[in-house]
Every structure is written in structure tokens, then in C-alpha cells.
């Protein structure tokens, strides 16, 4: 059974950082793109930062180009999400999913998801 296991939200004050981990297992790591996504209260799922299998590829959406950084070890079977420079703006839920086929921002396509860690960001 695939399982991805969010942790490192919490709260912290605007400007801030925080690291988020995705483990996962249940699934050969290696052969998945994974993407981190979010939700904010009444809001849609939206598309955080994706990253290929090998680390070739990656993307962010603009709202957090230059403050994200999403990276992955292979042998470890994680990915990360490290957060700085937070807003306000940036409280949601994230969560890390895992893609087999071409990797995309659209949350449609990926197969497996984990059950999200809260981020709360203080003004």
C-alpha cells in the first residue's frame, strides 16, 4: 500500500522558514515526479513546485519562485520543501503527491496523495 507521510508545518512568524518532508513508501520512490501542493481555507488545491524523477526538471508556480525550494533523495525515498521568506499568504495545508506518468502542476494527474501538514504564517 503506498503511503506518503507530510511532516514540518506548523506555526511560525512572517519572514520565517520551515522544511517540509514527504516520506514515502509503499512505491519504487525512483520512478515517480513528486509535487507538493497546497490549500488554504475555501480555496482550491493549488500546484506549489513539482520535481522530476531524477531531478532534471523542476517548476514552481510564481507565487513561490525564489522563496521555495523543492529537492528529493532518492535513496531516502523523501522530498522536500524547504519555505522561506513566508507570508501570510502562504498558510494552507500542504500536501506532497506522487506522479508515474508526465509530471505536470495539474493535481488531476497525480495518482497518490499524503494527508497534509498544516502551515500557519503569523503577520
Known amino acids: 500500500q503506498v503511503q506518503l507521510v507530510e511532516s514540518g508545518g506548523g506555526l511560525v512568524q512572517a519572514g520565517g522558514s520551515l522544511r517540509l518532508s514527504c516520506a514515502a513508501s509503499g512505491l519504487t520512490f525512483s520512478n515517480y515526479a513528486m509535487g507538493w501542493f497546497r490549500q488554504a481555507p475555501g480555496k482550491e488545491r493549488e500546484f506549489v513546485a513539482y520535481i522530476t524523477r531524477r531531478s532534471v526538471a523542476i517548476r514552481y508556480s510564481d507565487s513561490v519562485k525564489g522563496r521555495f525550494t523543492i529537492s528529493r533523495d532518492n535513496a531516502k525515498n523523501t522530498v522536500y520543501l524547504q519555505l522561506n521568506s513566508l507570508k501570510p499568504e502562504d498558510t494552507a495545508i500542504y500536501y506532497c503527491?506522487?506522479?508515474?506518468?508526465?509530471?505536470?502542476?495539474?493535481?488531476?494527474?497525480?495518482?497518490?496523495w499524503g494527508q497534509g501538514t498544516q502551515v500557519t504564517v503569523s503577520s
Open positions: 503527491a506522487a506522479v508515474a506518468m508526465v509530471v505536470t502542476n495539474s493535481p488531476d494527474s497525480y495518482q497518490h
